[in-house]
């Protein structure tokens, strides 16, 4: 049986470090909750595992402690926001907060921003848009970085580009965070810790050639473009759309001196209330038919189609009743944090 842990106690452990460096409780407790909500619903490469790599930014001043993001403008329905490296998991949700007390004016809100500390998990921003009863659209880039090659190219060029989209639909939310890569930079990170190949040639050398091995990354290779060798084009154009969504509309990046930024992202982030479309029980009646026709398709293998969000909902609501199973790599390095700020890492539960 695996080892759980309380949610509840492992926000707070999170948050207890954070706050170590100066940083508002509030705005600690805000970061420590971006993380719980990632692996709460499995998406553990981005979640509690991201809390070292924050906390040194916090530490060393890479991330800004204290302040506002500046408002660059502000159209009421259309804001754009230079977050001059605050901690992305508050800044974001700081966003999310002003979207959704927008919305309900304006209908659709959407807010750019550029220079935020990196955002770890897109779902974890979702839940609290979902209990609003609005659509969320989010996804983000990252001028500094460039780790995926377009099709037919061994030059990389752009990074992972990540979207999540969540809309209600009944007894769980049509709900999914996927990147424009063919597998993310923590699983390659994770395969290279753990001594082990990737299921499939996700990567290429510095040749080009296919591999699966995650050395030829760290040798100067790429990530192939979702579509992969054969139909890497379409993942190319939606990282390319991606990118004018998130650096295009904020005004910063491939064009700018980003050297410095390092992982700091450039954000896009729409809400929209259906109300503002017509009534919210009509849209609700077509978002959980489509999730219930999904459902009822038949399965190549007599198995269950996996329709995005279920899963991910269902655990999330079972690992806040019963207790959060952490990646083994993750528990391993919270312990190891936990003896050199000399904090007590939470007791197993059950």
Known sequence: MSTRYNAQALKKFASTLFASTGIA????????????EADLMG???HGLNRVASNLQWLKSGASRLAGEPHVLLDR???????AELLP??????????EALARVVQFGVVSIVIRRSQHI???AAYLP??????????LTCSTPAERTVAPQGSKTPLFSANPIAFGAPAGDYPLLFDISMSATAGGYVARAEREGRKLPHAYLKDSAGNP??????????????PVGGMDHGYKGAALSAMLEVLSMGLGGYGRADDVAQDDEANSVFLQVIDPQAFGDAQRFLRQTSALTALWSSCESDDGGTLRVPGKRAWKLRQAQLQHGVCLYPLVVEDLKALAQVHDQVFPDPVG
Do not use: Q, Y
């Open 128 to 137: 609290k848009i979902l209990e609003h009863n609005c659509v969320g659209i």
């Open 88 to 97: 992305g998991p508050w800044v974001v949700s700081r966003a999310v907060d």
């Open 120 to 122: 770890a998990c897109l």
């Open 211 to 224: 591999s699966d091995d995650p050395a030829a990354f760290a040798n100067g290779g790429s990530i192939l």
């Open 43 to 45: 998406f553990t490469t």
């Open 25 to 36: 409780s509030e705005r600690a407790d805000t970061m420590a909750e971006v993380f719980l």
């Open 76 to 82: 009421g329905n259309c804001l754009n926001w230079d």
